[in-house]
């Protein structure tokens, strides 16, 4: 069944008229003519009576048409929004990673959305949303990793920093100045709360502070740090996080930064563009806002 048979059959639904439709569709009227044809012939049932007043639907064919009508006019109102070659009116599609975007960044661009913009937005990893931004599947990504191919311009926004954190009890657990002078050792029979099996932050941190790998592998994978956080803060291990996203739990007590190194490791946020794509005056005022707002993202709660 094709698609454009319903909307033929929605278009003569509400008209009355397959003259009608097919001028409101912009097709001939043996068009409008064979492609309902083809629709009951597909259904097995007669959708309109012919008469002298018009096409009046049968049982059948008002049925249907009150299943697809609403269906019907949402798809071409996506095609609309995202397909048509103006694509002004369509939607800008942004993707980052589900704690940023939650935290800083949908906080950041409220102001564009409460006047009218409208934002679709695709959450993941930065590797997978770099390649939706190639394809055109996306127009704006903010990624943990540096882009490294041809056709994107890149801004860097601003420098997460890492923490290792614990709550208060574990923190009394470990003695007096433990950590500075027995490393990661002071640290082994602690759970690890992790956000992925490879433990990319708490590699990293264990990497740059410790200059060794972590003792060993994670007590608790869960895939989104704000649910890594939690954990911690109520005991169960471990870990190493952003401390933008754990400040009001550090500011209140709920956890403990184990150690603050003199150069705590830190990633930076890259705001990714298809080069050329800021010409839409829409995309061009949101990474403004983004870039201006990015300033202050690390340095307090939003």
Not at 40 to 57: I, N, W
Not at 270 to 284: F, N
């Amino acid at each position: 069944m094709q698609l454009g048979w319903l909307q033929t059959f929605v278009a003569v639904f509400h008209t009355g008229s397959f003259t009608k439709a097919a001028r409101q569709l912009g097709i001939t009227q043996p068009a409008v003519t064979q492609q309902i044809r083809g629709l009951e012939a597909e259904l097995g049932k007669p959708l309109f009576d012919r008469t002298p007043q018009g096409a009046v639907p049968t049982v059948e064919g008002k049925a249907l048409a009150y299943d697809v009508e609403g269906p019907v006019v949402q798809i071409n109102a996506a095609i609309s929004r995202h397909l048509e070659q103006d694509a002004s009116n369509r939607p800008l599609r942004l993707g980052g990673p589900v704690e940023l975007f939650t935290a800083r960044v949908l906080p950041t661009i409220s102001p564009l959305v409460a006047a009218g913009l409208d934002v679709r937005v695709s959450l993941g990893e930065s590797q997978d949303l770099l390649a939706d931004l190639k394809s055109g599947h996306l127009d704006l990504v903010i990624s943990t990793i540096q882009p490294r191919f041809r056709g994107v311009d890149i801004i860097p926004l601003t420098d997460e920093e890492f923490a290792l954190i614990g709550a208060p009890h574990i923190a009394e657990t470990l003695p007096p100045g433990s950590l500075e002078m027995d490393g990661p050792r002071a640290l082994t029979n602690l759970p690890i709360i992790a956000y992925a099996e490879t433990v990319p932050i708490i590699r990293r941190y264990w990497w740059t502070v410790f200059e060794a790998p972590p003792p060993r592998h994670p007590s608790v994978v869960v895939p989104d740090l704000r649910a890594v956080i939690s954990a911690v803060a109520a005991g169960a291990g471990i870990s190493v996080v952003p401390t933008y996203l754990c400040m009001p739990e550090l500011a209140c007590g709920d956890l403990i930064m184990l150690l603050e190194p003199e150069i705590p490791p830190i990633n930076t946020f890259y705001l990714a563009t298809r080069c050329g794509s800021l010409a839409d005056s829409r995309l061009a005022g949101l990474c403004e806002l983004i870039v201006e707002d990015a300033r202050h993202w690390m340095a307090s709660p939003a």
